[in-house]
Structure formats: structure tokens, C-alpha cells
């Protein structure tokens, strides 16, 4: 322990410049009111902003540096050695110089930070959530600071093996963004937030262990750090990703009695129902299936997005959803017969997020309703389009194949800016695929609140 | 073998390799304590990775390297308490002031001896204030081997210690050696070009060429064995009688370096001229082009 106090003083000790221009910085903010641009505003809020922002900006790139320059300025030195000739065990030397490191951090934040924060208190209310800020701005400090080793160790020894290094490090990003968008795609914003953090936590660990060591078997030379670093560090991401990647895999894979407060949509007609809900022990995610009261059976479907996007048709013997690989992305339209050991057929027909679509009962034919009120109706089988026809107005669309070839569209007009006591109206038309003409059929006025339309066997019912 | 008799650094088969290259092959040497071992080499030999895996720096691709009967491996830092090491370049942090040096070193060295330091410094000339990085060569050599003897080593490793010095700086740096083995019995292992140098205070010399040690012995009886013979002629039976590193004409006549002379050999020094050779001389013998020890 006195070594290590002996190391992170010494590295302290040559940090006095770093202090020096805190000090500096910290003068910064009391000099922004005085620019014309900064006259709308009051002096304290100019002086509580621009303080937060440069101490926010010094410190961050202040842990770059640091990290830097860390171990491998010295390795790339071959300054290394003068450490390893003194009765220093590498975890000394180590935590030694990220103590100073991290030291060094924390004082300047407060060089810089607090003359702006003693003047000006009273803008620090409680919506000015600085705790949050800081709690967030130190883990970022030492992620730069350990992410600023790494990154040096790797490119100052100048080795190939810089080159496996990015292909891993983008191969760990890739996987990353694969778990999270499967949890993405249950709308498990919670446990997204929950897995970043503690993935966030280990990967830092493993980053401090890695450090300590490369030194343990590098010592003073620069390529075997690197060999060192590499290896521990995707090693131990690797097996990491593979624990995390085990438990995204169970937590998109729940069966439908791990649901809880499950909602259930019932087909028209028939015994299937969709089941969603979130699943018990997995945080927020939501999983759907497909559940058949007949057999008991279910299946869990994948890539899914809003309740609204599904769609039963009135016999109730197929399904339609629309998948994606993340919510916010375009959708594809996926159909399924319900029937026992069905698989869902992706249709390769593209739906923009937010467009509006219905399939006939038979499932041979989709009607899908654009942002700029064009309808086409395709042919599912040979994926083409049949007839395409632009409606005479805009609004909410809701439509239904009569038969094949006959689809009923109803335009529900609702102006935002009169909601909610305006005069709300349902105009109704009818496509015909094979003439491709459109026929107005009437107009539904109503001063409701909303209007709910439920197609039925023979129309739509409103409520 | 009692504690006393371990050798200070015993070396086994030590064999370093950079990817394909074999820069050292199956090395064993021993350094007695209290002796002063000189490590010879030509650039590239394989001196310095030899010396980093010797002070635990460097692991080797394959062997085993004990100093006072540890593993310096494994316990590199214990052991460096009792080492001193003045490695090739001055590898102190460069920003760091001498006096700050020694007070850094002080608190990491149970058995430091600033007075010593103190003193030696002012043998060399050099101030407490500046940094380390402002220093000349000859100067961070100077303070380095300061720094290592401040500590009162058992153990004293130097490698290359006169690299890019000048004649002074090489004569100040030898006699602070000279000092220090007097005073103290300090076991020394060190690498050099500087042959001239270390022949004054050399007990044992090994050669390393080519990652191999082609020669391991005492001094004395390296330089009693090794001769250069100029015949006015080739003479008939040479290489039946002695073992040649080199046979090449001279003037009118032949020159041979042999590497067995022992005795007075009186027949021969009757035709011929029998000349003592310097260590520099046996070296190149040995270590240089065309050598073949």
C-alpha cells in the first residue's frame, strides 16, 4: 500500500500543469456574459451553463488524455523499465497510477466546477438535476480513461495486431446492438437501460483487470503489453457476450405462462386469440403468441410491434402482423393460416411505419394505404400490385375486403386542432380491384369524442 | 548448497524468439557472487533480451532464470530489492528533477543510502535540479548507476553502460565501478562494447553471438590460452599442434590466432612470434566476421 501511495503520488506530482489549466478554465465561464450573444439571458444562468459545459468538456477530455498517456507513454518510451527495476509488484504500479489518474479527474472537476457553483447557487434548483449529470459524468471519466489505455497500448505498439483488435471491437459492438435490439424489440426500454448498465459495469472491470494484466505479462515491453491486453480483454468480452447473450436468449424466449396481467385479442371467429403481456422475471419485456384455445397450443411470435399492426380475418383462419427489426424501422407484413404447426410466411411487402393495411380473408390479396393517401392493393402470391388508386381525402383509414375483389375504405376526417368537441365525420368508399374504380358510398357525422370502427360480417360497426 | 554459495544469477537454457526469429538459443551461464561477469556481444547478438528476461522483464520463450536461487519471474519484485540495474538508456521519467528521483527511489528502497548518492553526484558533477530529461547521455548513465548503487545492491546489472559515452564519461562511470567492488564485494553481471573498459575488472567473460554463448571462462585463463603466432613460413604440422580460430598469410609468412597456447612453447617462439592478446583482440577472434571459436 505505501508503494502504491509512492507511485500515485509521483504521478500527482506531475500533474501540477493539468491543475494549473482547471484553474484556468475555471475562469471561462465568468467571461462568457461579457459576449454579446450571451445579453438575452440572465448572468447567472449564462455563468451556471457555460460552467457546467466546461467543466463537463475539460474533465472528459482530460480522462482521454489520462488514459493515453497512463502506461503507454511510458511503454512507447521504454520508460516501463524504470518501474520494473524497483521492487514494485505490476498491481502497484497499476492501481498506483490509476489512483493518481483518477485523483487527477476528480480535483480538476472541482477546480472547475466549484468557483462557478459557489457564485451561482441559486440556479441549481431541483429541475436543474445535477446529480444526475455527475453521476453520469464520472463513469463516463473513467470509461475514457480505461477506453484512452486500451486504444494506446493497442496502437503505440505499432503491431498488425491492431487490425484484429478494431475487427473484435467492432464484432463486440455488432453483437451488443444485436441483444439490445431483440430486447428493443419487446419494448423493454427498462431492462435495456438495466443491461447497458451492468454490461457498461463489467465491461469497465474487465478493462482494470486487463490493464493490470498486460503489465503482469508484458511488463516493459510495449508488444507483449499489447499480446497481453488483447488477449484478457476479448477473452474476457467474449465470455462475457456469451453469458449476456445466453441471458437476452432467455429473456426473448418466454413461454406464454410466464406472462403476467396478459391482454388477449380474440379473433372474430374461431379459437385463436393474441396473448401479449410482459413476462414475469424479465423486467419489462413484452412477449405475443398466438394461443389456441382448441389445443392449447401456442406460438410466440418474433419481431412484432403495436397491438394495432395485428390483424384476424373475419373466419378467423389467418393472421396478419407486421415485424420489424426495431419498432421505429419500416415493417414487413407477415401472414399466418391458423392452423395447427402453421409458420408465419413473410410476404416481402414493405409497410412504412405508421401506413395502414387489410388482408382479404383468404390472405391472397393486401390493400396497404401510403402517407399520401394512395391505396394499393397487391397480390400476395406473385408480390405484385393490382390496382392502385388515390383516395379523395385524408385521415384515419380503416378498410376490409368485402370479398377478393371488393375492398370497403372508410375515412375517418379528424381535425387535431378542433379535438375534442368538433363535428367528426366517416366518409365510406368502395375499391374495385378488378375496374380499379373507386365508389363513394356516404358520409357517418357524429360530435363524439371518437369513433370506434369494428368490421363486421356485413359492415363495420360504429361506436 | 548453502545460501552463500548460490550464484547470484544462474541461467538455463534460455532461449528467446521474435516470431520466427531466434535471438537467443539455449543459453546457461552462472555468475559466481562477488564476481564481475562481462557479457560480450556485437549489436544484434541477443545481449539485452538475454539481460531483460536476467532482471525478470522479459519472459522467455523457453528456459529458466534464477537469481540467488528464486525465480526472477515470479519474484521479480522481491529480488529487486537486492538488485541494482542500470539498464541501456536512461529510462527514469524524464520530467522528474535528480533530487526528486533519489527521494522517489528512497521510499521504495528499504536499504537506501542518500548520503551515497548525495556524494556521487558531486563526483560526477551534476546538480539535484535539473530534470532527468535535460541531462546528457553520459550524465543519465551517471545518475542511473547512482541511483542503482544509492540502493546498496548484492547484485549490480549494467547493460551496456558506456553506450554513446565519451572517453571521460566512460572513465568516471568505470572508476565509480572500481570504487564500489572495492568497497563493498558488489556482484556485477554486465553487458558491453567497451572491451578495453571492463579487462581491468573483469572476472569472467562470456560471448554471445548469433543468440548463442560461444564462450564462457575466465578471463585469466581466456587470455592464457588465446595467442596470435607469426611464422616466416606456413609451418608444416599448426593445426595438428593447436586448436586455430583464424590461419591467414602475414607479410611473407603465416598468422595464426590459436586458442589452446598453454606452456612456454620454446621450439615455436625459436621461428616464430608468439603475441599476447588483448580481450578486445580475442573477441574479435571470436565474435567477428569469419570468427570460429
Avoid at chain 1, 518501474?83 to 498506483?96: D, M, V
Wanted: glycine share 8%; with cysteine; aromatic share 8%.
Amino acid at each position: 500500500m505505501k508503494h502504491l501511495l509512492v507511485i500515485a503520488q509521483r504521478d500527482l506530482e506531475e500533474r501540477i500543469p493539468v491543475f494549473i489549466a482547471a484553474a484556468a478554465a475555471a475562469a471561462l465561464p465568468f467571461a462568457v456574459p461579457l459576449f454579446p450573444a450571451a445579453a438575452s439571458f440572465t448572468t447567472k444562468d449564462v455563468i451556471t451553463m457555460s460552467g457546467v459545459i466546461v467543466a463537463a468538456t475539460f474533465t472528459l477530455l482530460l480522462s482521454f488524455a489520462l488514459g493515453v498517456t497512463l502506461i503507454g507513454r511510458d511503454l512507447s518510451e521504454k520508460r516501463m523499465s524504470f518501474y520494473f527495476s524497483k521492487p514494485l509488484a505490476p498491481s502497484t504500479i497499476w492501481f498506483g497510477k490509476l489512483m493518481a489518474a483518477v485523483i487527477t479527474i476528480a480535483l480538476s472537476f472541482v477546480i472547475v466546477f466549484l468557483p462557478m457553483y459557489v457564485v451561482s447557487p441559486g440556479t441549481w434548483g431541483p429541475g436543474a438535476r445535477l446529480e444526475v449529470g455527475l453521476s453520469n459524468l464520472f463513469p463516463a471519466c473513467l470509461a475514457l480513461l480505461l477506453a484512452g489505455h486500451a486504444l494506446s497500448t493497442m496502437f503505440r505498439s505499432r503491431s498488425r495486431l491492431v487490425v484484429l483488435d478494431l475487427l473484435l471491437a467492432c464484432a463486440a459492438f455488432y453483437s451488443f446492438g444485436l441483444m439490445q435490439r431483440a430486447l428493443h424489440q419487446g419494448f423493454a426500454f427498462d431492462l435495456m437501460q438495466s443491461f447497458r448498465q451492468v454490461l457498461a459495469g463489467v465491461v469497465l472491470l474487465i478493462l482494470t483487470g486487463c490493464g493490470l494484466w498486460q503489465l503482469e505479462r508484458g511488463r516493459a515491453d510495449r508488444l507483449r503489453n499489447h499480446m497481453a491486453l488483447s488477449r484478457s480483454l476479448w477473452t474476457s468480452i467474449a465470455i462475457v457476450f456469451i453469458l449476456a447473450g445466453g441471458f437476452v436468449a432467455w429473456v426473448v424466449h418466454p413461454s406464454i405462462k410466464d406472462l403476467r396481467e396478459p391482454r388477449v385479442f380474440q379473433a372474430p371467429r374461431g379459437s385463436w386469440a393474441l396473448i401479449t403481456g410482459q413476462a414475469r422475471n424479465r423486467g419489462d419485456y413484452r412477449a405475443w403468441f398466438l394461443y389456441d384455445a382448441a389445443t392449447a397450443k401456442s406460438i410466440r411470435l418474433k419481431r412484432t410491434t403495436l397491438f394495432h399492426d395485428f390483424w384476424f380475418s373475419r373466419d378467423g383462419k389467418m393472421f396478419g402482423y407486421l415485424q420489424a427489426d426495431a419498432p421505429d424501422r419500416d415493417f414487413e407484413l407477415v401472414i399466418m393460416p391458423l392452423r395447427d404447426r402453421a409458420e408465419p410466411i413473410a410476404t416481402g411487402l414493405t409497410i412504412r411505419h405508421g401506413g395502414r393495411y387489410a388482408i382479404s380473408d383468404d390472405g391472397s390479396r393486401v390493400i396497404v394505404f401510403d402517407d399520401r393517401q394512395i391505396a394499393s392493393v397487391y397480390d400476395l402470391e406473385s408480390r405484385k400490385s393490382i390496382a392502385t388508386v388515390r383516395l379523395p381525402e385524408s385521415g384515419l383509414v380503416r378498410a376490409f375486403f368485402v370479398n377478393r375483389d371488393r375492398v370497403r375504405i372508410y375515412v375517418q376526417n379528424m381535425p387535431l386542432s378542433s379535438l375534442p368537441v368538433a363535428e367528426k365525420s366517416i366518409t365510406a368508399y368502395e375499391l374495385d380491384v378488378r375496374t380499379k374504380s373507386l365508389q363513394k358510398l356516404g358520409d357517418y357525422r357524429t360530435e363524439a369524442q371518437a369513433i370506434d370502427m369494428t368490421p363486421g360480417k356485413a359492415g363495420v360497426g360504429f361506436r | 548448497m548453502s545460501q552463500a554459495e548460490t550464484p547470484a544469477l544462474s541461467i538455463h537454457e534460455l532461449s528467446v524468439r521474435y516470431g520466427r526469429s531466434e535471438v537467443v538459443d539455449r543459453i546457461s551461464l552462472t555468475v559466481p557472487r562477488n564476481a564481475v561477469y562481462a557479457l560480450l556481444g556485437r549489436n544484434g547478438a541477443g545481449k539485452s533480451s538475454l539481460v531483460r528476461c536476467a532482471i525478470g522483464q522479459q519472459r522467455a520463450t523457453s528456459g529458466r532464470v534464477e537469481m540467488f536461487g528464486m525465480d526472477v519471474w515470479r519474484h521479480r519484485a522481491s529480488l529487486m530489492e537486492r538488485v541494482g540495474i542500470v539498464a541501456e538508456e536512461g529510462d527514469a521519467p524524464a520530467e522528474m528533477r535528480v533530487g526528486r528521483l533519489a527521494d522517489f527511489c528512497a521510499r521504495l528502497c528499504s536499504r537506501w543510502d542518500r548520503a551515497a548518492f548525495d556524494e556521487r553526484l558531486k563526483r560526477f558533477g551534476i546538480a539535484q535540479k535539473p530534470r532527468f530529461g535535460d541531462l546528457s547521455k553520459g550524465q543519465k548513465k551517471q545518475v542511473s548507476l547512482a541511483l542503482a548503487l544509492a540502493a546498496s545492491p548484492e547484485f549490480l546489472i549494467l547493460d551496456d553502460p558506456t553506450l554513446g559515452l565519451d572517453a571521460v564519461a566512460r572513465k568516471s562511470l568505470f572508476e565509480e565501478l572500481i570504487a564500489e567492488l572495492a568497497d563493498r564485494g558488489t556482484t556485477v553481471f554486465l553487458t558491453t562494447h567497451d572491451l578495453a573498459g571492463i579487462e581491468s575488472i573483469a572476472d569472467r567473460v562470456g560471448v554471445i553471438s548469433g543468440g548463442r554463448l560461444v564462450l564462457d571462462e575466465d578471463l585469466e585463463l581466456l587470455k592464457a590460452r588465446f595467442r596470435r603466432i607469426r611464422f616466416a613460413s606456413r609451418p608444416v604440422a599448426l593445426e595438428s599442434r593447436f586448436d586455430t580460430a583464424a590461419v591467414r598469410p602475414w607479410g611473407g609468412g603465416t598468422e595464426a590466432i590459436v586458442t589452446n597456447f598453454a606452456g612456454s612453447h620454446a621450439e615455436i617462439a625459436e621461428t616464430a612470434e608468439i603475441v599476447p592478446m588483448s580481450l578486445e583482440e580475442i573477441f574479435i577472434a571470436v565474435a567477428g566476421e569469419g570468427a570460429a571459436a
